[in-house]
């Protein structure tokens, strides 16, 4: 069977933003997506969501496939959508759309990659532009790389595909300094808003280098209990556990985290807080959270929402544990290196008598 690589975490999701673009008051559009899947048993296909980020709210449509692997999606934008195809794999790909416009999306495996592909059509004049542009810069080494955005970028100032295939690679280009530059060649109307604060959250969070001790930024919550501070002064560790209802491991991981809290670890200084990104209604939320200890919220504006990006939340299941002062002891580790740093935190008392976690088999991932 053919393996493919992991697909990049639907929390790419990571990039949306929820902000007012200055194109928000033109008349709606309509444009259609017509998708064909060429693709094997070792792509997940399972209950398929088409996410669409319209800048100033987050959509999503569940996705049925024709006995030939094809489906039609109509939509409508403002201005220009930004569409993520997911399943319960995670992503599949990426692609815009604005007014007007037709969008022939192909997926298919090639070298064991699973790769999209857009044809020419009427209207469509982002989607076929990036993936040509795309392969010509793989061929390309770093200088060369930075050599032909810059043209790119003077060559179109006034459109906004040469912003859009920067901000794909500014992780690979690695030059801030190098990327605000090219920015600065787009006339003041050209490159939306949400597109700009998109590429400043990429290199910020490509300046920062990883660290488990850094803060949760503060924030509050509104729980199905209380109101909780993140900066409130607190004599308990947190373990934060971040989920969705797209994410059957997160679910089923969701039971393992009340457990080793609850029971394992419950004479420790330890507190639950559960966030869940995507649920079909409160009703479902509160089934999945209504027999477990501890504080839960459902933020529906999923990665989009800013305390999340804040957070720099990029995938679910996501674990955080952290001390009394925000400070982060583990983050997305399992196993071992979970009931370890479980371990260290202090008892809720002192006495010596307070029992210690006994050894489990591993419940979890």
């Known amino acids: 069977m053919k393996k493919i690589l992991p697909f990049y975490p639907i929390f790419l999701l990571l990039i949306l933003v929820s902000c007012k673009d200055r194109e928000g008051g033109h008349t709606e559009r309509a444009y259609t997506v017509e998708g064909t899947l060429s693709v094997d048993s070792t792509v997940i296909l399972d209950r398929l969501v088409l996410y669409t980020d319209r800048h100033v709210a987050l959509d999503f449509d569940s996705i049925e496939l024709t006995p030939q692997h094809t489906f039609e999606h109509q939509g409508t934008t403002h201005g220009l959508n930004e569409l993520f195809l997911c399943s319960d794999g995670g992503e599949l790909c990426r692609f815009y759309a604005t007014g007007n416009c037709r969008v022939l999306l192909k997926l298919s495996v090639q070298d064991e990659i699973l790769k999209a592909t857009f044809d020419p059509s009427q209207g469509d004049s982002i989607n076929p532009w990036l993936q040509e542009q795309t392969e010509n810069l793989a061929q390309l080494l770093g200088p060369e790389k930075k050599r032909t955005i810059d043209s790119l970028c003077h060559l179109y100032p006034t459109e906004v595909r040469p912003a859009l295939l920067l901000r794909d ?197």
């Open 169 to 365: 690679h500014i992780e690979v280009l690695n030059d801030s300094i190098f990327v605000r530059r090219c920015l600065g060649a787009f006339g003041s109307e050209t490159v939306p808003d949400w597109l700009i604060k998109s590429i400043d959250q990429i290199l910020d969070d490509s300046s920062r280098k990883p660290n488990n001790n850094r803060r949760l930024s503060p924030c509050t919550i509104q729980t199905d209990s209380t109101t909780f501070d993140f900066s409130a002064s607190r004599s308990d560790y947190l373990l934060v556990y971040i989920w969705s209802d797209y994410s059957q491991s997160s679910i089923d991981s969701l039971k393992v985290v009340a457990h080793l809290v609850n029971e394992e670890y419950d004479m420790k200084r330890l507190q639950l807080v559960t966030l869940c990104l995507a649920s079909p209604d409160s009703t479902w939320w509160k089934q999945q959270t209504q027999d477990i200890d501890g504080l839960h919220t459902w933020l529906p504006a999923g990665f989009s929402d800013e305390r999340m990006r804040k957070w720099n939340i990029k995938d679910v299941p996501t674990v955080i544990v952290c001390d009394m002062y925000n400070n982060q002891q583990l983050r997305n580790e399992w196993g071992q290196k979970l009931r370890a740093t479980l371990g260290r935190i202090p008892n809720r008392s002192s006495f010596p008598n307070i029992s210690q976690p006994k050894p489990k088999a591993n419940r979890g991932r």
